[in-house]
């Protein structure tokens, strides 16, 4: 598929695509990183689909394919954010030397 191809593909069902994003996104509630909204989210969601638009087969309907790669996105997502190992609060109570 060549790139204007994929821009007019893209295009032509963007409506539909918004509806299965926005569908998905409102089942989930990421509050772990305050600066990124449900917008946010639906843009990264919008931008993969954009680029793996060449695996979609045109002769299937786009809806299933795109709620496919809309959960995808959103498991890998909060699996990357809820599931870093973040270095402990040095200054925290628990992490005092009297404590230990």
Same mark, same amino acid.
Request: a positive charge; charged letters at 20%; aromatic letters at 0%.
């Given at each position: 598929m060549?790139?204007?191809e994929r821009d007019l593909l893209f295009e032509k069902h963007l409506t539909e695509i918004n509806n299965v994003i926005q569908k998905h996104l409102t089942k989930w *509630? !990421?509050?772990a990183i305050a600066w990124l909204g449900i917008e946010?989210?639906?843009q990264i969601i919008?931008?993969?689909i954009y680029k793996k638009? *060449? !695996?979609f087969d045109?002769?299937?309907k786009?809806?299933?394919w795109v709620g496919s790669i809309a959960k995808n996105q959103i498991f890998n997502i909060s699996r990357n954010v809820y599931s870093s190992k973040t270095r402990p609060c040095l200054?925290?109570?628990c992490e005092l030397p009297e404590n230990n």
């Open positions: 060549t790139q204007p *509630h !990421l509050t946010d989210l639906a919008r931008l993969h638009l *060449h !695996l045109t002769e299937k786009i809806g299933p200054k925290c109570a």
